[in-house]
């Protein structure tokens, strides 16, 4: 630590006001070996100020097989304290990728005139945070400096539009330091094409971060491994003949097999 002290202050002009403990709502704990990022003081906050405070916790923070709607005939809740708890959430997830897509998702999108069940959904991820109130990202020290990204997809998750998600996160070394949730631009006829798009997308993330990367001289001279769990998505990127079966997929999306050959 003192050698990574001395380092940043010959590199840059700075003055050392000790260990860094709080910053804006978030708390950092840092030994010899780790540095471990975490916003458990918040999260109690949050429970404390929805009447949650020692509510029974859940195991998943939204159920798989319930897909929300924007009408779904039950009464509506009220608006204000909705907007107030999704709004809360979605700066919690600054350290909690788990909550990402049940937070900025399936939640946020009924911001306006939100009905009992999706206030039933957001009381669900507060009782999610209740029992995983410790969870937060760990950085240690030693890793080696390797980017890896993972990506995956919820097909036809949108019940209005069938359209799916994309999500994808990254980890340099250890924690993970960058992920999302994102809606796609276009249906997707299947789950290949949507894994397909998915990992164009993190593709497309993966070559940005190795640019920042080595601006900040932490150059990757090795590909950049992206983990996806279709076998349609990888055959797909890695043989140019499963194209011509897949025409009705965007060109665009296609560019992860010249990212595959360029050794991105």
Not at 57 to 74: N, W
Not at 121 to 136: H, P, S
Not at 138 to 166: P, Q
Not at 178 to 183: D, E, I, N, T, Y
Request: proline share 1%; glycine share 6%.
């Amino acid at each position: 630590m003192e050698e990574f002290k001395t380092e940043m202050m010959c590199k840059y002009e700075m003055s050392y006001l000790s260990l860094l403990h709080h910053f804006l709502g978030m708390g950092v704990t840092q030994t010899e070996g780790s540095i471990f990022i975490h916003k458990k003081k918040y999260a109690l906050t949050l429970l404390d100020k929805f009447g949650l405070k020692d509510c029974k916790s859940v195991s998943t923070p939204l159920v798989a097989t319930d897909k929300l709607q924007r009408e779904d005939g039950s009464e509506a809740a009220d608006e204000s304290l909705y907007r107030k708890i999704v709004g809360s959430l979605l700066y919690l997830t600054a350290t909690r990728l788990d909550i990402m897509f049940s937070a900025s998702l399936a939640l946020a999108r009924f911001m306006h005139n939100p009905f009992k069940k999706h206030y039933r959904a957001a009381k669900r991820v507060l009782r999610y945070i209740q029992g995983t109130i410790d969870y937060g990202i760990e950085y240690v020290a030693g890793k080696s400096a390797l980017l890896i990204g993972y990506c995956d997809s919820d097909w036809s998750g949108f019940e209005e539009d069938r359209k799916s998600t994309s999500e994808y996160a990254f980890s340099f070394g250890s924690g993970a330091f960058s992920w999302a949730s994102v809606k796609q631009q276009s249906v997707a006829l299947s789950t290949a094409e949507a894994e397909h798009v998915s990992a164009a997308e993190a593709t497309s993330q993966a070559i940005w971060h190795r640019f920042v990367l080595e601006d900040f001289g932490e150059e990757q001279t090795t590909a950049t491994t992206l983990l996806c769990d279709s076998t349609s998505a990888i055959a797909m990127a890695k043989n140019p003949v499963f194209h011509q079966k897949s025409k009705h997929i965007d060109r665009k999306f296609h560019f992860i097999r010249d990212a595959i050959v360029g050794n991105f």
